[in-house]
């Protein structure tokens, strides 16, 4: 990176040399040519400025030594030691991006009375298990967990670190990353490792228009969160390999102003992220008593019904129904898409489905892109026909 320097004595006519800038980021401040925030650095005014102006490379500070940062570590999200799936998807992502630079694969555990649930990890392929237990991390303070995983990353050195973005992975993973003054990126789809150990963390950036590669290639540890449903977990070994390694845990890093009072469990509810089979619903829907049509198709299925983002800015539906990049993420074994026109930003959301079956009235819908089976018609006459059929027995390819 660098800055423009601006040499006020070598310009006549500030008014006349403002004129040079397509963006309009010069502006006239007390006699003097500043330059604004909407200087997009195209150094147009450097080549036509008659030396008024000058491109100066700034220095970006040393580069941390990658030599010295060694392993792929995955934060094990749980509650109570019951341990989130969107952790073996970590591990299975891990090792994948481990063995392309022939580096271990780390779980960092942290709670009480946990030894034996870290004992489950080594049966999926993790060299060691860094387990930190105490009665003070039963429950979770982000003060002492944050204080407990920044002594083992400076203990341990992972050059990268993967955090699925949960509740809890979305509170500790920025702290982190803020404790070592490194980067962090939210919501990773795709990640990818460079021979040099630089992670290649890829997500849909700009509203999802775009899909953004990002690189910490000065800083270490590199750190990602990844969204439940995105990664492959890997298959569950009957022998169990690696190792456990009990943390030192410090009374310095369990102090803390909070203190956790209670702990209240979720009541169990039906979750879109955990059906086999979603029936999706767009703005090809005309009105919100049209949803009991596909909630018809999806019992008939025995799946859930979810929507796209409009239908839940326009209160038809809840927002844990929705599916995409600001709703939840699913894999489901069948969807069914109706009147979804498939913007990058839904199917960011559910492009891993085993099978997409997408109805829609325009040919051209984006959705025909990533679907298995495109069927282009009016919804209205298309899912009554497939009801009909499910009940019947008879096929839908018929």
Not at 9 to 33: N, S, T, V
Not at 304 to 315: K, N
Not at 350 to 378: E, R, T, W
Request: charged residues 30%.
């Amino acid at each position: 990176m660098g800055k423009l320097v601006v040499h006020q004595d070598k310009i006549k006519d500030i008014q006349e040399f403002m004129k040079i800038c397509p963006f309009g980021a010069m502006e006239e401040k007390d006699g003097k040519l500043e330059i604004n925030a909407a200087c997009k650095l195209c150094k147009l005014c450097v080549r036509k400025g008659g030396g008024a102006m000058e491109f100066v490379e700034e220095d970006e500070g040393p580069k941390v030594n990658k030599d010295e940062w060694r392993g792929i570590t995955v934060y094990v999200d749980h509650v109570g030691g019951r341990i989130h799936p969107v952790t073996l998807e970590l591990i299975g992502k891990a090792k994948e991006l481990a063995a392309k630079i022939n580096h271990p694969v780390y779980a960092l555990f942290i709670g009480d009375g946990i030894k034996d649930k870290a004992e489950e990890l080594r049966h999926y392929g993790v060299d060691k298990v860094f387990v930190a237990e105490n009665k003070a991390l039963e429950s979770f303070n982000i003060e002492a967990y944050t204080n407990v995983f920044a002594r083992f990353v400076r203990k341990v050195k992972p050059t990268a670190i993967l955090v699925g973005a949960t509740p809890v992975g979305r509170q500790l993973a920025p702290r982190v990353a803020a404790r070592f003054k490194t980067g962090l990126t939210a919501d990773c789809t795709i990640l990818d490792m460079r021979e040099n150990t630089d992670l290649v963390q890829i997500r849909p950036a700009f509203g999802g228009n775009i899909m953004a590669e990002i690189l910490t290639t000065r800083t270490r540890p590199q750190m990602a969160t990844v969204r439940y449903k995105i990664m492959d977990a890997p298959e569950r070994s009957d022998s169990a390999s690696g190792e456990i390694e009990m943390l030192e845990v410090p009374a310095e890093d369990l102090k803390t102003s909070i203190e956790v009072l209670s702990v209240t469990p979720k009541a169990k509810e039906k979750s879109i992220e955990n059906a086999d089979v979603l029936v999706v619903a767009g703005r090809g829907v005309k009105k919100k008593e049209d949803l009991n049509l596909l909630r018809d198709l999806a019992d008939a299925l025995g799946g859930e019904i979810a929507c796209t983002r409009p239908l839940v800015e326009g209160g038809w539906m809840d927002a844990k129904h929705q599916i995409g990049l600001s709703g939840r993420t699913v894999r489901p074994k069948l969807l069914i898409t109706c009147g979804v026109s498939g913007a990058i930003q839904f199917v960011a959301g559910m492009d891993h489905s085993d099978l997409i079956f997408a109805i829609n009235s325009d040919p051209k819908a984006s959705i025909f892109k990533v679907a298995n089976y495109a069927v282009v018609g009016d919804l209205y006459e298309i899912v009554p026909a497939l009801i009909e059929r499910i009940k019947k027995g008879g096929s839908i390819h018929a």
